[in-house]
């Protein structure tokens, strides 16, 4: 049962559009050094991790108010808001993996480095997801969902099938 006293049900007002999704295996290690106050320790020996997941990013737009399509020429122009990834970036953890822990006698512990490796998948993870090249890798697909949404969204309207493609263009700064 869900306790209402240890959930938060959190409303998206207007609600999202899913537009693509990315399956990727990421891997990334994390490196522990000692820290010295009074001395130069960055020749003591580091503790250094990597950490293997298969990630699924999922991007979406929010619905807006209102969408126009706009006739322009041999087409309809629709502007939608840039594409966002939903956060957090979900993973898993049935088949993540510690490939390896390298370390010394004279390393900070490997438990405690794996800890911090882990700790980090997710912002590192979400800093990979909404850089550009992986941005401009879903363009195409979360272009063509926006075009048949549109498409779809306008028959049901009663507007029948569009004379005219519509071209998606996004608000704001592209991907590519």
């Known amino acids: 049962l869900l306790d209402p006293a ?3 049900l959190i409303r998206t007002p207007g609600g999202h559009l899913q537009v693509s999704e990315m399956a990727k295996a990421e891997e990334f290690g994390w490196q522990t050094s000692w820290e010295c106050p009074l001395v130069d320790c960055s020749r003591l020996p580091r503790t250094v991790s990597r950490v293997r997941v298969q990630a699924r990013y999922v991007y979406r ?7 126009r399509l706009e006739p322009r020429g041999d087409h309809y122009r629709l502007t939608v808001p840039p594409l966002e990834l939903q ?3 979900g993973f ?4 993540m993996e510690i490939v390896t822990t390298e370390s010394s006698v004279l390393s900070p512990a490997a438990p405690a480095n794996r800890e911090k490796a882990l700790r980090h998948l997710g912002p590192e ?10 941005l401009a890798a879903q363009q195409k697909n979360a272009e063509q969902t926006v075009r048949e949404f549109a498409q779809k969204w306008m028959r049901e309207q009663g507007g029948g099938p569009l004379a005219r493609p519509v071209r998606v263009e996004w608000d704001g700064p592209s991907p590519m």
Request: net charge neutral; aromatic share 8%; glycine share 4%.
């Open 87 to 89: 956060a957090p970036v």
């Open 92 to 95: 898993d953890t049935s088949t």
């Open 6 to 8: 240890k959930v938060e």
């Open 61 to 67: 737009i929010p619905l807006a108010a209102e969408w």
């Open 125 to 134: 993870l979400a800093r990979r997801g909404t850089s550009p090249a992986y």
